[in-house]
């Protein structure tokens, strides 16, 4: 099943208004890092992005030291970015109020 892209307009609108990810070079992701006061709140981040993930069955690539998570969001079926990446980042930004 293909999903469709998101047009440069549409990606180019989501990063306007979240300046916190930015575009990966080959254009077809979006990364963000992000730090929190500890592992503990870094884990719990994590945990609540993975229980959102895995409802809208869409997961990110990340990784994670101590305080800090590294996000990257594409849509591997779109070879690029999906609205299931917009999603994702309005989602995260619920819940890091950003």
Request: proline share 3%.
């Amino acid at each position: 099943m293909s999903i469709p892209r998101l047009t440069d307009a549409e990606v180019s609108a989501l990063l306007a208004a979240h300046p916190e990810w930015t575009l990966r070079a080959d254009g077809k992701a979006l990364e963000r890092e992000l730090r929190f006061a500890d592992f503990n709140e870094a884990f719990g981040f994590m945990t609540r992005v993975a229980l959102y993930a895995d409802k809208a069955d869409h997961h990110p690539e990340w990784f994670n030291v101590y305080n800090r998570v590294q996000i990257t969001l594409t849509t591997h079926d779109a070879d690029g970015l999906s609205a299931r990446d917009a999603a994702m980042v309005e989602a995260i930004a619920g819940m890091t109020g950003g």
